[in-house]
C-alpha cells in the first residue's frame, strides 16, 4: 500500500510497533504562524495502511529523528532548527507532550534521539557535541555529557546491550558517534556500565 499524501517533503524515520507504524517526516511549513519551510509531521498507521492520526505541530523546524519504546507507548521525536526534543507519550486518545529542553542553540538543532532502560530514560545528541538524558516520567534532565566527543557534533546514538542476553533493565550503556567535517575523523564512544559487567 502507498499513502500518497502523508508527507509532503519526505520520510526522515519509520518504527514498526506491533500493528502500527510510526513514520516522522516533513510537510510544508506555514511561514504565516512563524514555521520554517519544512516541519515536522508524526503519523501513525495500521499495518493495512489505514491512518490512524496525524500530529502537526510538534516542531517548527524539520525533523530530524524518532524513537518508540518497545511496548509503543511513547514516543520521542526531535527537531534540526530546534534546541528541544519532543517526548510524546502515547499515540492514541490520550495524548500528552513535553518539551525537553537542553542543548544549546545551533542551527543544526536536535539531531537524535534514543529510549534508554525500557523507556525509563530518554536520550538526545546535538549539534552542539552534547548528549542529554533526561526522565521519561518527569521530562527533567539527569544528566548532560557536555562536549561528547570533544566539541564534534554527535550524529550517532543508541542504547548498548553487552552481550546476546544482556537483559534491557540492566543496560545503562549510551553508544554515541559523530564526525568532524575539517578532519573526516569519526569516533564512538560509550557511556556508562551495565550492572554485572
Avoid at 513535553?98 to 525500557?118: D, Y
Wanted: charged share 20%; glycine share 14%; aromatic share 6%.
Amino acid at each position: 500500500w502507498v499513502v500518497a499524501d502523508a508527507f509532503e517533503l519526505g520520510v526522515r524515520r519509520v518504527h514498526v510497533r506491533g500493528d502500527q507504524i510510526l513514520a516522522l517526516g516533513n510537510v510544508n511549513g506555514r511561514r504565516e504562524e512563524g514555521e520554517a519551510p519544512s516541519v515536522a509531521r508524526l503519523a501513525v498507521f495500521r499495518i493495512t495502511g489505514e491512518v490512524v492520526r496525524r500530529f502537526d505541530g510538534l516542531h517548527k523546524a524539520s525533523a530530524s529523528d524518532l524513537d518508540v519504546t518497545e511496548d509503543g507507548t511513547m514516543v520521542a521525536t526531535a527537531s534540526r532548527g530546534e534546541r528541544q526534543n519532543l517526548f510524546v507519550s502515547g499515540t492514541g486518545d490520550d495524548v500528552g507532550a513535553v518539551e525537553l529542553p537542553g542543548h544549546t542553540q545551533h542551527t543544526m538543532g536536535v539531531l537524535k534521539v534514543s529510549f534508554l532502560g525500557q523507556g525509563r530514560r530518554v536520550a538526545s545528541a546535538g549539534a552542539d557535541g552534547n548528549v542529554v538524558i533526561y526522565s521519561a516520567q518527569s521530562g527533567r534532565i539527569q544528566q548532560i555529557i557536555a562536549e561528547a566527543l570533544g566539541g564534534t557534533r554527535v550524529t550517532a546514538l543508541c542504547e548498548l546491550r553487552v552481550g546476546a542476553d544482556a537483559p534491557a533493565s540492566r543496560s545503562t550503556c549510551l553508544a554515541f558517534g559523530g564526525n568532524a567535517y575539517e578532519d573526516r575523523e569519526i569516533a564512538v564512544h560509550v557511556w556508562g556500565t551495565p550492572a554485572g559487567v
